[in-house]
């Protein structure tokens, strides 16, 4: 699975690195490629995995992969500004507005966004013009005020709430901030081949709050080089989090239970979704 | 034309009205809503003409019309902000960081971007969804990062260039900043119809020039509480403008060529082209 990732990130980094070529030298187009250099490339591969398991080409498959990865990678940018989650370091470097100025990193957020819809709806993705446009229409829906843009929005209120949220209030904050992003891609191959995607519905549903979750145990377990980003902010913070109302060996036990839950979801697939159970796996042993 | 303008304005507003409902009432929503009233409707209206003149129906054109809205939208909200160009006011209303918070007012921009983008693909659209992924791809590259967020890049960084701009800059500049969506817009239809956007693309291109021409006059002559925003600021800033480089009476009268030059490429349309054409007079003798 390891190698596969690897490998899938690699693929993902140099069409990137091609679609961002006409984009010139300017601030923000150096921005652009900084904050979508490095990354785990989960959701990317979650796509090409899923567009595998229905027999979509990867080629086809990396404009919707590198779409989530700009996607993601805006939402990262922005996160990080001042007045958001005011961090200086992500994925072990700088953060934009750090190494530039906070103009250029709303700027280069702003045309990430931009990128990933112009990724999906690009002629040389999913063959139809209808898959395309509802590639692009769940998108903006996962993406936007009722998925993760609102899960950003609550997590930030929880911030300055008189009482710390409950375990069902961050479930549904976490299934808009990570969650919406994490189904779609995982659902995007059904999609693509006009297959059902209720499996891989259930499956993302286990696995974005498994990995929400795990996020909640690096904060608390990890290290900030390992993670290379800062650490242990919500304890300091007093936010409420899994770890937090569940305790560490309860969290940890509930993010285990929810990826047996997502491996079990996608059995009807048999062999072939072997890569996708690894990386369930994956999730919950990471450490950044 | 006003009356046009005015009920194409109204339906706007209220199939804006319809599509936010289901965002809730928290701040984001609210001010999703905020920043979504008022204004003009001008890149609205020219969407719904240009589908007029090609046969489409103003149920299906209502869909890109409130999406370029909401693009344009997203862009005042961050354009607006304390990093970029610090306005408080707009629409003589106070801006959204004014109102709320920065927070707030780059996650408004943002989910407005991703509305922008679910309006334009949505089965409720254009016909084909050949169609409507072929205006997600072009509406997408029009506001990224060889568009609208270029133009606004290049605007920032004149703000500190040791010289000012020549006026072959400035056109640049603003031929993304403001002219890719005004051309997106009046070539929306062709699209959607299936028609050759030439005349109207030629139309936009004058339209958008002489729309950022009048914007710059406006900025020297208008007074802010018509204008409903802060003016005389890229004079206090020293800032090279087309008035600044061509003085008052040049700048006047090469926007008043470039409409003629808008009027005259849509000519082929016969009388169906009236409004656009009183559209393009309109936009050299607002005020606001």
């Known amino acids: 699975m390891h190698d596969r990732l690897a490998q899938g990130a690699a693929r993902v980094q140099s069409h990137l690195d091609q679609v961002l070529s006409p984009f010139g030298d300017g601030h923000v187009a150096l921005g652009m490629r900084y904050a979508t250099r490095g990354g785990k490339r989960i959701r990317a591969f979650l796509v090409l995995e899923s567009a595998r398991l229905h027999g979509v080409s990867e080629s086809s498959a990396l ?8 996607l993601h990678a805006y939402s990262l940018v922005h996160d990080d500004l ?9 994925r072990g470097q700088p953060t934009v507005h750090v190494k530039w100025d906070e103009a250029t990193a709303i700027l280069v957020g702003d045309a990430l966004q931009s990128l990933a819809f112009e990724l999906v709806s690009h002629p040389e993705g999913a063959a139809s013009g209808e898959t395309r446009a509802n590639l692009a229409l769940t998108l903006a829906r996962a993406a936007g005020g009722q998925g993760m843009v ?21 479930t549904d904050l976490q299934a808009g901030k990570t969650g919406a992003l994490i189904e779609w891609s995982a659902t995007s191959g059904a999609v693509m081949a006009g297959a059902d ?3 891989l519905q259930t499956y993302a549903k286990a696995l974005g ?4 979750i795990q996020d909640d145990v690096i904060d608390v377990t990890g290290d900030a080089t390992a993670a290379g980003k800062a650490v242990g902010k919500d304890a300091a913070a007093g936010k409420a989090t899994f770890v937090s109302l569940l305790g560490l060996v309860e969290a940890k036990r509930r993010a285990e239970i929810l990826v047996e839950q997502a491996c079990e979801a996608i059995s009807c697939y048999g062999g072939d979704a072997d890569t996708l159970q690894q990386v369930a796996r994956f999730v919950i042993s990471r450490q950044t």
Chains 1, 2 share one sequence.
């Open 197 to 199: 995607p209720t499996p």
């Open 82 to 90: 001042p007045a958001m989650d005011n961090d200086d370091m992500r």
């Open 150 to 170: 609102l899960g950003q929005a609550l997590d930030i209120a929880a911030e300055t709430a008189p009482t710390p949220l409950t375990l069902e209030a961050i």
């Open 209 to 212: 709050l498994a990995f929400q």
């Open 63 to 70: 404009w919707p992969a590198c779409a989530i990865e700009a």
